[in-house]
């Protein structure tokens, strides 16, 4: 194996990890799943913007996550493939810095409700004797998303602009900005 390889493994799973504890600590308070989250680890969907080791480290600490917080399988399987296309959407959108947060917002805002409401049964949302539920979810599951990813996502890639050749070595990505 090259030292490419390695680095690439050694990266995607550090990445991994700190997904987990990050995701550990933010379900100790409560916010890791259900109506209203605001995982702290999905901050980490930046990364791809440095290293494209970091779309299998975050899918894999999303999956891992899922699996040790008690998560039914198919929001194990459905959430870490929101994560997985977020992930795929920041690392295609890595010239674009507005918009790299972006991706993991939308998928998450499409497929965890979904999941919410068919999997786990969140009580119905009416309003003016409409079913809102879905929609209530999107909003909610958004609003969290966006201070993860966009909010905390862009503070943390600001920090590691400046250092991503010392962390993330030759194979941080270079943008054109």
């Given amino acids: 194996m090259n030292n490419k390889k390695i680095l690439f493994i050694t990266q995607a799973a550090m990445i991994a990890a700190v997904y987990v504890v990050l995701t550990y600590i933010t379900n100790a308070f409560g916010l890791a ?6 995982r702290f680890s999905e901050a980490l969907t930046v990364l791809p913007y440095f290293t494209p080791a970091a779309i299998p480290g975050v899918t894999l600490g999303c999956f891992i996550s899922n699996l040790i917080t008690g998560c039914a399988v198919p929001d194990i399987i459905f959430g870490s493939i929101a994560t997985l296309l977020g992930a795929c959407g920041t690392y295609l959108l890595r010239n674009h810095k507005f918009a790299l947060t972006l991706p993991p ?3 998450n805002t499409i497929i965890v409700p979904l999941i919410l409401v068919y999997v786990y049964g969140v009580p119905d949302v009416i309003f003016k004797g409409v079913n809102v539920t879905i929609l209530f979810n999107m909003a909610t599951v958004c609003v969290g998303e966006v201070i993860s990813c966009c909010i905390l996502g862009t ?5 590691l602009a400046k250092y991503k050749h010392q962390i993330f070595g030759q194979c941080a990505t270079v943008s054109k900005q």
């Fill in 105 to 107: 917002v939308i998928s």
């Fill in 155 to 159: 503070v943390l890639l600001r920090a």
């Fill in 33 to 38: 799943s259900g109506t209203i989250q605001i």
